[in-house]
Nanobody, 123 residues
Framework: QVQLVESGGGLVQTGGSLGLSCAAS????????MGWFRQAPGKEREFVAA????????LYADSVKGRFTISRDNAKNTAYLQMSSLQPEDTAVYYC????????????????WGQGTQVIVSS
């Protein structure tokens, strides 16, 4: 299995940028498709982005397309989410997740989860 730890959350103003990291340990990182999800207070967890094992393919939610970029560095066992043009509706706890298999946007398809990191976008 793999253990995931997110970092990089914080408070940012509307229109600002923030980068999140997800450090993995345990099993070979490049075995896993990686995803980012978020959960706002009172709302269900929603898909943000995913990246294939080698990094050649990505998938984004429509709400973040063009503003967020997912990437990974398999040599560093780390996945990233670079967020720009942040809006108050992006405020949420952001989670990284891992799965064996192809890109997927459903949280139920991911087997391993980090503890989350809070992102607050002030208006």
């Amino acid at each position: 299995q793999v253990q995931l730890v997110e970092s990089g959350g914080g408070l940012v103003q509307t229109g600002g940028s923030l980068g999140l990291s997800c450090a993995a340990s345990g099993r070979t990182f490049s075995d896993y498709t990686m995803g980012w999800f978020r959960q706002a207070p009172g709302k269900e967890r929603e898909f943000v982005a995913a990246i294939s094992r080698g990094g050649g393919s990505t998938l984004y939610a429509d709400s973040v397309k063009g503003r967020f970029t997912i990437s990974r560095d398999n040599a560093k066992n780390t996945a990233y989410l670079q967020m720009s043009s942040l809006q108050p509706e992006d405020t949420a706890v952001y989670y990284c997740a891992a799965r064996i298999g192809l890109l997927h946007s459903s949280s139920y398809k991911y087997d391993y989860w980090g503890q989350g990191t809070q992102v607050i976008v002030s208006s």
